[in-house]
């Protein structure tokens, strides 16, 4: 009877599920929770629909990724990830600054990477269940920045974190413009003359909105979001561990993650 409803179960889980990026068979094991998590992706699904006015990014059945990573811990770790990391790190480090905020990058990767010489306020929509001297933590939706000051902040990073918003994988609220609220809000607080951010998002040749997962930027997308900004750096990680600087001008590359950094003017 269980293998009977489990079956039936699988049958109505959404197109494409192979790219579940868990083990399916340990997670068919808890058939309620997979049916909570289910509805709640349909559910976030069909309101990102109806408040869509983006044509570039629109659910299609070809694109989704099913993610269920609303209750998870701030933090993770991969090829790509760690060559972001180290690369923003050492941004943040040859920048001299001794305060430094941040949005959703991982704790256990980039923010403990640069707690050893300067102090980090970080936001996050995720709970964190730990103190760190020198780690300010702000449990909070992170798209308009509220009740940070314009020009307030000489050194800002979002890392992995941004082409999330408003898709409800962590529990955010379904936004199709969450993504672009937040770019308008890092360069709203970021300090003019000199203010600078690193931004780190999958990149490829086209726009495409993998829901509920993540979107994926073409660099110019990017850099025309950030016009109150110059681009100081865009270099890029592929899946197989290869860094590329200057990747403007290496057109060799089909997709991956894009490190961008802005100065603002």
């Not at 920048?95 to 980039?110: N, P, Q, R, T």
């Not at 997308?221 to 860094?243: Q, V, Y």
Request: a positive charge.
């Amino acid at each position: 009877m269980i293998k009977k409803g489990l079956k039936r179960l699988y049958k109505k889980l959404p197109y494409r599920l192979r790219k579940f990026r868990y083990d399916i068979i340990k997670y068919l094991r808890d058939s309620r929770k997979l049916k909570f998590d289910l509805q709640k992706f349909n559910d976030d699904m069909r309101k990102y629909t109806e408040l869509n006015n983006r044509t570039e990014f629109v659910v299609c059945k070809d694109n989704l990724n099913f993610c269920v990573e609303w209750n998870t811990p701030a933090a993770n770790l991969s090829k790509v990830l760690f060559l972001q990391d180290v690369w923003a790190a050492k941004k943040v480090y040859n920048s001299g600054v001794k305060e430094h905020f941040d949005i959703g990058s991982s704790v256990y990767g980039f923010i403990s990477g640069i707690l050893p010489f300067t102090n980090v306020t970080l936001i996050d929509i995720r709970p964190l269940d730990f103190k760190v001297d020198g780690l300010n933590f702000i449990q909070a939706d992170a798209t308009n920045l509220e009740n940070i000051e314009d020009n307030s902040i000489s050194s800002l990073s979002a890392l992995c974190s941004l082409e999330h918003f408003g898709l409800g994988r962590y529990g955010d609220p379904i936004d199709p413009d969450a993504d672009r609220k937040a770019f308008k809000a890092i360069q709203r607080v970021l300090r003019g003359g000199g203010g600078r951010c690193y931004i780190s998002v999958p990149v490829g040749r086209k726009n495409i909105l993998r829901f509920n997962d993540v979107r994926v930027y073409t660099p110019d997308t990017i850099i025309n979001e950030f016009n109150k900004m110059t681009l100081i750096d865009f270099s890029m990680a592929l899946s197989d561990g290869t860094f590329i600087e200057n990747a403007m001008d290496d057109n060799s590359w089909v997709d991956g993650y894009g490190f961008f950094e802005f100065i603002k003017k």
